[in-house]
């Protein structure tokens, strides 16, 4: 017999995302620890991970949108501090901070690169393929020497470029990394990785546990997936870990089959949609937080269109005199909606946070925005150790807020 399928407002799918996002409790009235940090890294699943510091690094903002302040180096230290670590770096979605009980379910991802897979990394692939040896003696030499970072390797080859253009020596550790032969024992200076044998990185007790088949493995991710959402749709879901389209596509009908994903239809979405069995259905959402680019709410554009009718884009990579909303741009999120949208920088040198510009979204008042939006912007400030909010009264809400 065929299962019924539920049917969902557009509003209580909004609600269940948020809610499974982490939105729909208070934040801690007092300072925020290991153990919190740790239950909201569980909850999301994995932390992407970004170059760009106009602000503050796109891993530890997610977790002050939920959480409020609370002291950085918890997560450095649940990241890269040794034995005493919770989380290990590798490709969740895009590069990521994960739990460790994740490893083991993405050694079939590891399995796949390192027997050239052309469905992952393709230009990793290419390069493992052609230059083995060369990858052979890397590896040796931090088997021999310890923790190296590529401009620690004795014959590492000269950049290509900037941004991507990486060296010999570079290509050859990500590679390495991506096989999981190697893995990030820490970060030095400006955001370098540096690199050990995942055999000295990852506990023992870890690397001891089994290794579970490649379907078993990507339900599980899925599952974790869907825990994360809340309600989705087949590309949210394989989006979040960046799973193939078959694969994605196999596991979703055993899942569905098993009653661990109910099948939904959610108002004004074009697509099937799958609800997590354990999410929480709630009444309403007080919630006040601004976004990274990065987040896991806001990442999958199309999805924040769906469920909040709120079209983002990043404009990083966009000429000056063709962006829309500014170079850095963070979505507002209060009560239940994404209201407004904040171009910022963290003036380091001053002590300043820049609001290089304001947008309220059609349809609300900056009036009501104005006040909850500056004490989100103080309250980052403070995390951030800058001394004063500058305001640029440019755009439709910059006048209400520099008020």
């Known amino acids: 017999m065929a299962r019924r399928r539920e049917n969902l407002s557009a509003a209580t799918a909004r609600r269940i995302a948020l809610a ?26 994995l932390l992407q991970i970004d170059s760009v510091n106009v602000l503050v690094r796109a891993h530890y903002l997610p977790l002050f949108s939920r959480l409020g302040p609370y002291d950085t180096a918890l997560l450095d230290r649940q990241a890269w501090g040794g034995r005493k670590r919770t989380l290990f770096e590798y490709w969740g979605h895009e590069a990521s901070l994960l739990p460790l009980d994740a490893q083991p379910l993405l050694r079939w991802r590891m399995g796949r690169a390192a027997a050239g897979n052309v469905g992952f990394k393709n230009y990793l692939m290419r390069y493992g393929r052609e230059r083995r040896a060369f990858i052979e003696a890397v590896r040796r030499q931090i088997e021999d020497r310890g923790p190296l970072s590529a ?11 900037k941004w991507w253009g990486w060296s010999e020596g570079k290509q050859a550790l990500e590679w390495l990394f991506v096989a999981g032969d190697v893995t990030t024992s820490g970060r030095r200076g400006a955001f370098e990785r540096v690199y050990d044998l ?12 089994p290794t579970p088949d490649e379907g078993s493995a990507q339900r599980a991710l899925l599952l974790r997936a869907a825990q994360a959402l809340g309600v989705a749709t087949e590309y949210d879901l394989r989006d979040y870990f960046r799973l193939g389209p078959q694969d994605t596509k196999a596991r979703l009908a055993e899942l569905v089959e098993a009653g ?12 099937a949609a ?105 309250l980052m400030a403070d995390w951030l150790g800058l001394e004063t ?15």
């Open 274 to 378: 799958y609800l997590d069995p354990r999410a929480h259905f709630a009444r309403a959402i007080e919630a006040r937080a601004l976004l990274v680019p990065f987040d896991p709410l806001v990442w999958e554009r199309d999805r924040a269109e769906r469920l909040f009718g709120f079209r983002y884009r990043i404009e990083i990579y966009t000429p000056v005199e063709k962006r829309q909303f500014g170079y850095y741009v963070l979505p507002f999120l209060l009560g239940d909606r994404l209201v407004a949208r904040v171009d910022l920088k963290a003036d380091r040198a001053n002590s300043r946070l820049l609001v290089h510009a304001a947008h309220a979204e059609a349809g609300t008042k900056p009036a009501k925005i104005a006040e909850p939006l500056r004490a989100e912007l103080r």
């Open 151 to 161: 401009a620690d390797l004795t014959d590492g080859g000269k950049s290509a470029g």
């Open 389 to 403: 909010v500058k305001i640029t009264r440019a755009g439709s809400l910059g006048r209400a807020l520099a008020k």
């Open 198 to 209: 995942t055999e000295r990185v990852i506990p023992a007790d870890v690397l001891a546990r």
């Open 260 to 271: 661990e994903l109910l099948p939904v239809t959610v108002e004004g979405w074009d697509r």
């Open 20 to 45: 499974a996002q982490g939105f729909a409790e208070d934040r801690p009235d007092g300072p925020v620890g290991v153990r919190q940090l740790r239950r909201m890294i569980d909850r999301l699943g």
